[in-house]
């Protein structure tokens, strides 16, 4: 929700400067060759945040044994 509000609010600033929305090839056109580093980048992060909330879920799947102690 944060995310789609964070695009129109930009999307708005953009139109209220230019007075058209931006053109999405054209800025990935305009990148060059930095495109593909930002993709894999991006990409990155993506498996990273995947691998973060696996980790979570499997631990509240599965917590650890917890190992009792009598006196």
């Known amino acids: 929700m ?3 509000a964070a ?3 930009a999307q708005a600033i953009y139109m209220g400067f230019n007075g058209v929305p931006f053109d999405g090839f ?3 056109d305009s ?3 930095w495109y593909y580093a930002l993709v894999i ?3 990155i992060v993506w498996v990273y945040v995947a ?3 696996g980790k979570r879920l499997h631990s509240k799947i599965n917590p650890p044994a917890q190992i009792q102690v009598n006196h």
């Open 2 to 4: 944060i995310w789609s």
């Open 7 to 9: 695009n129109l609010f």
């Open 26 to 28: 054209a800025m990935i």
């Open 31 to 33: 990148l060059g060759n």
């Open 41 to 43: 980048i991006e990409v």
């Open 51 to 53: 691998m973060y909330f």
